[in-house]
């Protein structure tokens, strides 16, 4: 059994309570966390340790996780500045992902999640759009093996419009990824489906996969109610708007993982709170895109459960998520009105325990004995956060990617003091510059 104790942190547990020791100690026996506690360690454990961690002036809280992200953007940031969505999303999106080979994707999905991980990122929710072969979707997935964070890859689908697949493609390669991929890894990854907006899936697909699903046990990742044009693409086609169209096929339930939800009713609010979604909100990429405020306090008062998403880098330039928590509570402060709409310790739990509902693993989003031991530190010792008061307060409205420590999934350190441990990071950089340079070349993209 491999033992790691860490001491002398300002320990975020994220439980019930919204316990914090400060100072407190945490102790990690293998993959799992074996015991959380105030003040100073027991005696033995001390003696018992195969390391000890001293993490003065860090704050120590579950691992973070990032509810939404397209990872093949890490080579797109900064190409689709100042456009709405579907210029966006044409002018931009559409040719750089068909130009895109699966060493791109690799690369692409390496550099993504790097960036995850120094941003304090353990576990995260990967929206796959780039799906002409097995092999560009896999390339996310062997990615992620390599990094060793926790992802859940909802395999992008649409069966109307531009880039429609058969129906029958779609749920052949779900049905390999399943079996190659569900699981994998001891646990870490995971797959999803993945369908990408309700205007360009049919009632009769959108059924279909998800009856699927909740057969396999897998859960349905999907953008809604994200731009105005969207929704009025959808009333031209049935009158329904996103959420309306959801409740009618019968499909809105716990296993829907609903993003965006910007332009969403006070009746549709109530609709997703009744079924049990959980909706994940990207305001970065929402502001970015110049699409709207989610009305996240009407959110919260219904007791729907909010994750919280950074969405792809070419949509917000970077994967910081320690960033977007700062966002989402002023976004949601300014356009409610009410300076206590979303608290600090709401938007940790965004990142944390309700973050670990996307993933569908109970053991995470808090530090308590028998849980996986996924920890995100980060230093508060910086110039920003000095004195801190409120540890909670410090980590939303002061820290930032850069100021994380050290990130542990499942008892393993990826991020060890500043160092990540697994990729060469200079190396990675060089392949990425070159490989990107190449993919806009083809594409056409100046």
Same mark, same amino acid.
């Given at each position: ?71 093949? @953007? ?22 750089? @992902?068909? =130009? ?213 880098? =070419? ?132």
């Amino acid at each position: 059994m491999t033992t790691l104790l860490i001491i002398n942190g300002s320990v975020l547990t994220m439980d019930a309570a919204q316990t914090v020791y400060t100072p407190g100690w945490v102790w990690l026996e293998d993959d799992r966390i074996g015991a959380v506690g105030p003040g100073e360690p027991p005696p033995e454990l001390v003696t018992q340790a195969d390391r000890t961690l001293d993490a003065m002036q860090l704050a120590v809280l579950p691992g973070l996780i990032n509810g939404h992200t397209h990872l093949s @953007q890490s080579f797109m940031r900064g190409l689709g500045d100042d456009k709405p969505l579907l210029d966006w999303l044409k002018q931009i999106m559409w040719p750089l @992902q068909a =130009a895109m080979t699966p060493e791109d994707v690799r690369l692409a999905s390496l550099l993504g999640l790097v960036e995850n991980l120094r941003c304090g990122v353990t576990g995260l929710v990967q929206h796959h759009k780039i799906t002409p072969s097995p092999a560009h979707v896999e390339a996310t997935l062997e990615a992620a093996q390599t990094v060793g964070l926790r992802l859940q890859l909802a395999r992008g689908w649409v069966d109307l419009g531009q880039g429609s697949e058969p129906p029958e493609t779609i749920i052949a390669e779900m049905a390999g990824l399943r079996e190659r991929w569900h699981g994998a890894a001891e646990g870490r990854l995971t797959v999803a489906f993945g369908p990408m907006v309700p205007w360009r899936c049919s009632d009769e697909m959108m059924r279909r996969t998800v009856a699927l699903a909740r057969d396999w046990g897998l859960a349905t990742h999907l953008h809604v109610a994200e731009a105005k044009d969207e929704i009025e693409l959808m009333q031209q086609r049935n009158g329904l708007r996103h959420i309306e169209w959801l409740e009618s096929l019968g499909l809105l339930g716990p296993d829907l993982q609903l993003v965006h939800c910007v332009h969403v009713t006070e009746p549709e609010l109530d609709l997703i709170a009744a079924r049990g979604a959980t909706i994940i909100h990207c305001p970065v990429s929402n502001m970015y895109l110049a699409s709207g405020a989610a009305p996240v306090r009407a959110m919260l008062a219904r007791g729907i459960p909010v994750a919280l998403g950074t969405d792809g880098s =070419a949509s917000h330039n970077s994967q910081d998520l320690l960033e977007t928590m700062k966002i989402a509570a002023l976004l949601a402060k300014v356009s409610s009105g009410d300076a206590t709409a979303v608290l600090p310790t709401d938007v940790l739990r965004m990142v944390t325990t309700n973050g670990a509902r996307l993933l569908g693993q109970p053991d995470l989003g808090q530090l308590k004995p028998g849980a996986k031991a996924d920890l995100t530190l980060v230093n508060l010792n910086t110039a920003r956060s000095q004195p801190v008061h409120q540890p909670a307060s410090a980590l939303v409205y002061n820290a930032t990617g850069p100021d994380v420590h050290t990130v542990i999934v499942a008892g393993q350190v990826l991020l060890d003091a500043g160092r990540v441990t697994v990729v060469d990071e200079e190396a990675l950089f060089a392949e990425c510059r070159t490989a990107a340079k190449k993919l806009l070349a083809r594409a056409g993209v100046a």
